[in-house]
């Protein structure tokens, strides 16, 4: 059985600042993982994956995660964030068969503070 | 890029009444949709599987009498809450899978029981 844990519920930090989501996973076998964000009364939307390859997937607005298979994480980070990236960000396993359905986190509310 | 679609956004329902929720892929097919729950401030729970031509795979503790989900077309794929009450209230996730194995989803419905 797979499993992902966000350490954080809620993470305020102030614009411009740097952040790190912090997510680990639990899996007996090779996993995919997402990042998905969902803004006030919003579906998902993928932010960023990692299936294969180089270890450090980036998204289009400047959100990074780097897969540690050792330390069994998928932190994301942002070296400089903005007002509009308050939203809540729910990391994401599951298995590369593509079989079986999304195990999500508890999710992490990152609060952007002017 | 691949779109999922609900109708309704939301809803408002007196208790006892049933709720029909609709979930597209807009421009794919889709043979597996996911039907999920989230309650205020939580993470997403997986209510069930839909799988096109057969039997939805329900999650332990979801009752499919309850929640009845039908997948007749690769595009389309319907949550019917039946006999709908207060604690039924809550917003409503679809999910479909793409032809590369993503999950794609919808902006969810939010659905409140008078």
């Known amino acids: 059985a797979q499993s992902v844990t966000q350490l954080d519920s809620q993470v305020p930090v102030f614009e411009e600042a740097p952040v790190e989501l912090r997510c680990n996973y639990s899996?007996?076998?090779?996993?995919?993982l997402f990042w998905y964000v969902q803004y006030p009364n919003q579906g998902l939307q993928l932010l960023l994956k990692?299936?294969?390859?180089?270890?450090l997937v980036e998204s289009i607005n400047g959100f990074e995660a780097e897969f540690n298979k050792s330390q069994t994480s998928f932190h994301l980070r942002k070296p400089s964030v903005h007002i509009s990236d308050t939203a809540e960000y729910f990391c994401?396993?599951?298995?590369?068969?593509?079989?079986?359905?999304?195990?999500f986190g508890k999710g992490t509310r990152l609060s952007v503070i002017a | 890029g691949a779109v999922v679609s609900q109708h309704p956004s939301w809803v408002i329902c007196k208790s006892g009444t049933s709720v029909k929720i609709e979930c597209r892929s807009l421009d794919f097919q889709a043979t597996t949709m996911f039907w999920y729950r989230q309650f205020p401030k939580q993470s997403l729970m997986l209510m069930a599987t839909s799988n096109e031509g057969s039997k939805a795979t329900y999650e332990q503790g979801v009752e499919k009498d309850k929640f009845l989900i039908n997948h007749a077309s690769l595009t389309l794929s319907t949550l019917t809450v039946t006999s709908a009450h207060p604690e039924d209230s809550s917003f409503y996730i679809c999910s479909a899978k793409g032809p590369l194995g993503d999950q794609y989803f919808g902006p969810g419905t939010r659905l409140l029981v008078l």
């Open positions: 994401a396993v599951s298995d590369p068969s593509g079989n079986t359905p999304l195990v």
């Open positions: 990692y299936l294969s390859g180089s270890t």
């Open positions: 899996s007996s076998v090779s996993v995919y």
